[in-house]
């Protein structure tokens, strides 16, 4: 781990984000079933119900959720790891990658509850975090102290 001094607070990260959109993906299948509408003909003949249209409005959000997710995380998730293979620091990483988390958390919440202007707010932090990741790693192969 010496040679990559922040791959555990990497590991740690990718698990907790892959643990969120796990739950995301648990409170959406919660949600449609509750909801009885299904948009997929299978799934509806499974639950012995019409195929609609539109999804229920809740089902949706979590739909927009999960996009959002797909859109942000994996480029956060590759800015962290370049930085980690780059050896960036520990605690570096500690606060980068564990406020992200934080701010991903709360976007996903903020987000299914509908309220702005927070929704915007976590987003941008998120976003902001991530090309701080990027930076920093920049830094370390084209900073004053590179080699």
């Given amino acids: 781990m010496a040679t990559y001094p922040a791959l555990s607070t990497f590991v740690l990260a990718l698990a907790a984000l892959l643990l969120k959109a796990t739950l995301l993906s648990a409170v959406q299948v919660v949600a449609r079933l509750r909801a009885r509408t299904f948009l997929i003909p299978e799934d509806a003949r499974l639950m012995r119900v019409a195929v609609v249209e539109r999804e ?4 949706a959000r979590c739909a927009a959720v999960w996009r959002n997710d797909l859109e942000n995380i994996p480029f956060f998730l590759a ?9 960036g620091a520990a605690n570096t990483a500690a606060w980068l990658f564990g406020a992200y988390v934080a701010v991903r958390i709360m ?3 903020i987000y299914l509850r ?3 202007p927070w929704r ?7 976003l902001v975090l991530t090309w701080t990741v990027v930076i920093a790693t920049l830094g370390l192969h084209f900073g004053p102290h590179a080699i």
């Fill in 107 to 109: 976007h996903t919440g």
């Fill in 120 to 126: 915007a707010l976590a987003f941008l932090t998120g």
């Fill in 56 to 59: 229920a409005p809740f089902v």
């Fill in 79 to 87: 800015a962290a790891l370049a930085f980690t293979l780059s050896g």
């Fill in 114 to 116: 509908g309220l702005q």
